[in-house]
C-alpha cells in the first residue's frame, strides 16, 4: 500500500466518520445527501475498497485479524459502557439500556447492538464483522466457479436489491434484520473492492459529466423523496439498522451510491490541499474510536451545558440518547468539540496500546533470553 494509497482512503475515512456524528446531530454536512442516506454505506465501501485477494486463500488469518480488530475492542468498550451506565445510573436513577445479563452481552451485539444507548453506534462493528466474513466465504466459492468480475458484480447487486423487498414481506424478527443487513451490506463491500480493482485506475468517474448527472439525480430524487417531515416518511434516509425502509425499493441504493460517489469526489478535489494536515489523518485513524465514544462525549457536553444553566438534569431523561442542549444554537458547537475531543482521545488509545504492546514485546523477549541462558 503506498503512502498517497493510505493518506487517501484514510482521509475519506475521516469524511465518513464525520458524516456519521453530524447525522447524530441530525444535520447535513453534504446538502442534498442528508443523513442517514448513504453513510453506513460508505463505510462498508471503505471496507471492501481495503480487502486483499490474498486472504481469499488464507481464511484463518483473516479471521483472526478480524477478530483482533473489531471484536475484541467491541467486547472492552462494551464491558466500559455497562460500568459507565451503571454510574450514570446511581447518579441519575435513569438506566440507558436494556438489562446487563449475558445474552444482551454476547449475542444481541450481533442481533443489533443496541443493548446500551451510549455505546449503540457501535452496533456497525459487529455487523461489519458478519458482513465481511460473509464475503470472504461467498468471494471464495465464486471465484472458485468464475473470475468473470460481472457475474460476479451481478451476485452482488441481486443480493443488495434484492434486501429491500425482502424486508417488506418477511416477519423484521432480529434474525431476518440480520440477514437483510447483511444482504444490503454486502453490495456495498463488492462495490468497493470492484471500484479499487476494475475502475479507479482504468476509468475517469469523475468527469463534469458525471458529476452534473449525479447532482441532477440527488436533486431529483430530493424533490420527489423529502426529509425531515413525518409526513412523508424518512425520504431519502434509511434506518438500516432495524431495515426501516418506508416505502421506497431502490431510493436507499442509488442515494447510497451517489453518496459514495460524493464522497470519494470530494476526497480527490480536496487530498492535496488537506493530505497532510495531521489532525485529518489522526481523525481518520480512529474512526473506530469516534465511533464508540461520541455519543458519551456530547452526553457530557449536555450535562455541562445545563449544569452552567441551571436546568435540572432530569430534563435528560425525558429524551433520546442523540438529544443535546438547546440543539438550536449548540448543533455545530457540539459536532466541533465532539470531532476534536473523540480523535484525540483515539489517539491516546492508540498511543497507549501501542505502548503496552511494546513493554509486552520486550518482557517476552527478555524472558526468551533468560530462559535460554543467554
Known sequence: MSKEFYNEITLLKALAIMLVVSGHLEFSL????????????????????????????????????????????????????????????????????????????????????????????????????????????????????????????????????????LSKVIDLNPINLLVIRTMFSLFFVYLGYYYKNYIKDSYDIFTPKIAGCVIFLQSVMWLFNRDYDPEHGIGLSYVLVWARFDDQMIVPIITAITGIWASLFITKIFYPY?????????????????????????????AIFMKINGVPFAERADHDIYWIYNPVQNTYFFFVMTMIITTYIGVAQQKTYKFIQEKFTSLTTLHHKDSSGQ
Open 30 to 165: 453534504l446538502g442534498i445527501f442528508p443523513p442517514y442516506s448513504f453513510q453506513l454505506a460508505l463505510f462498508f465501501f471503505i471496507s471492501g475498497y481495503l480487502f486483499k485477494d490474498k486472504y481469499l486463500n488464507d481464511v484463518q488469518t483473516y479471521l483472526k485479524h478480524r477478530v483482533k480488530s473489531l471484536l475484541v475492542p467491541y467486547f472492552l468498550y462494551s464491558a466500559f459502557y455497562t460500568l459507565v451506565t451503571i454510574f450514570i445510573y446511581k447518579l441519575t436513577g435513569v438506566f440507558w439500556g436494556d438489562e446487563i445479563n449475558l445474552k444482551n452481552f454476547f449475542i444481541t451485539p450481533f442481533l443489533n447492538g443496541h443493548q446500551l444507548d451510549l455505546s449503540c453506534p457501535l452496533w456497525f462493528v459487529t455487523q461489519l464483522f458478519i458482513t465481511m466474513v460473509v464475503f470472504l466465504y461467498l468471494m471464495r466459492v465464486l471465484t472458485q466457479k468464475t473470475e468473470n468480475k460481472f457475474v460476479h458484480l451481478g451476485f452482488f447487486a441481486i443480493i443488495g436489491l434484492g434486501a429491500i423487498p
Open 274 to 302: 488537506l493530505k497532510d494536515v495531521k489532525f485529518l489523518q489522526q481523525m481518520g485513524q480512529v474512526t473506530y474510536h469516534i465511533m464508540a465514544n461520541h455519543l458519551l462525549v456530547m452526553f457530557i457536553l449536555t
